[in-house]
Every structure is written in C-alpha cells, then in structure tokens.
C-alpha cells in the first residue's frame, strides 16, 4: 500500500528565503507526482506534474525535483513572499492505468513579512 | 474556460438528513473523482467516474454514500442519513483521460453535521 510523507508538517520562515519541502513515497513504481497548493477553506491549485520519466520541472519561482529510486520529491521555493503562504500537499499516482492519487498531509508553510 | 465547479460550498446538515454535493467538471473532462479530506487528515480517495458509469468506488463507505454522473448535468456525491463524523471538506477533480493526465480539483464543499 502507497503511503506518502510530507516533512516538515509546518514551516515558518522570513520573507525572501529559498526553501524546501519534502516528499516521500514508500511504493517506487509510480507513474506520476504532482505538488498541490491548499490556501484555507479552498480548494486544491496544481503547481506542477512530474511523470515517472522526468527529473524535475519548474514553474516560475518553483521547482519539483523527482528521485523516483529513493522515493522522494522536493519542491524548492525562491525568495518566498508572504503570498506563499499556504498548506502544500504531494500526490502521487500509483501506475499506469491508475487514477487514485494518494495524498500526503501536507507542510504547511508560513512566510512572515 | 471555467475549472471545475462545486457547490454548494458550505453545507450544514443535522444528524439523520441527506447531503447532496455537486460536481461539474471542466469543459471537455469526462473523468471525475471524488476525495473526502478530514479534519487533520490528507485527502482520501473516494470514486472515479466517467459518464453514466463508476469504474471505481473502493474508497466509498459500504453504506449511505453514493455517487452518480449522469448523462447529463453534475455528478452527485450523496449521503444518505448522515452522522457527525461525515463532517469534512468533499473534493471533487475531474480529466480529460484517466491515470497519467493531469487532474484538476475543485474548490471543495465543506459539509458540517450537527
């Protein structure tokens, strides 16, 4: 059973700092990954999509890094502005011809102005 | 092109009443998942449908919860009977293929039993 871990569950860092999340994932047999934004009380925003095939992609100030051996993904935040403050969560989906992503709790991130 | 679209966004029920939430998926997307998110919890999948089908529903309690997504119109996500511990926020995502195509998630109905 695919089970996902995001460290840290919270985050509080000064505005301008680079930072990164963390994602695990105990199932490497993974077809994709993909990094949701959660403000409170809305809904989810995709930030980015990482096939299995890929290393990384990236999206403005965001990057995700994929190391599908090890069973991790990290999305790298530059210069955070108070705007970024938000729940993110790590997804992945389990195959080919899957449809059930599997969550992690999510980090919830604070970025003081 | 509008995302997809739940409403009501705010649902209060008392104990024993029926829950109706509403999906309607993005323009051209005809695959649609349900996930249920719990106080403290992550998201958990509930159902995936296509139209007039459900092709999955392993995540669904056995008993009052059901879904549909007619021909025509929304998919409905209903419960039946509901108790306080149904209380959560209900996602609904929807895309245009199954499996590797990107899902897209609504803003989510928070339902509240009292």
């Known amino acids: 059973k695919q089970e996902v871990t995001q460290i840290p569950a919270a985050l509080s860092v000064p505005e301008g700092e680079n930072l990164v999340l963390n994602c695990s994932f105990t199932d490497s047999a993974i077809y994709n990954l993909q990094w949701f934004r959660q403000d409170p009380g809305k809904g989810l925003t995709s930030l980015l999509l990482?096939?299995?095939?890929?290393r990384e992609q990236t999206s403005g100030r965001l990057n995700a890094s994929l190391d599908k051996s090890s069973g991790r993904s990290t999305l790298y935040i530059a210069a955070s502005q108070p705007g970024d403050s938000a729940t993110y969560l790590c997804?992945?989906?389990?195959?080919?011809?899957?449809?059930?992503?599997?969550f992690g709790k999510g980090t919830k991130l604070s970025v003081i102005p | 092109n509008a995302g997809v679209m739940q409403n009501p966004r705010h649902l209060v029920r008392r104990r024993g009443q029926e829950a109706r939430l509403r999906c309607s998926p993005m323009k051209g997307h005809s695959h649609v998942y349900w996930y249920r998110q719990l106080p403290e919890e992550g998201l958990k999948f509930m159902v995936y449908?296509?139209?007039?089908?459900?092709?999955?529903e392993s995540g669904m309690p056995k008993e009052r919860f059901s879904a549909e997504f007619p021909k025509e119109g929304p998919s409905i996500l209903r419960i039946q009977q509901v108790v306080r511990g149904d209380s959560a926020a209900y996602f609904c995502?929807?895309?245009?293929?199954?499996?590797?195509?990107?899902?897209?998630f609504g803003q989510g109905t928070r339902l509240t039993v009292v």
């Open positions: 449908l296509q139209k007039e089908n459900i092709i999955d």
């Open positions: 997804a992945v989906n389990p195959g080919a011809g899957s449809y059930q992503l599997t």
């Open positions: 990482i096939q299995s095939s890929q």
């Open positions: 995502a929807s895309s245009a293929g199954p499996g590797n195509t990107e899902a897209f």
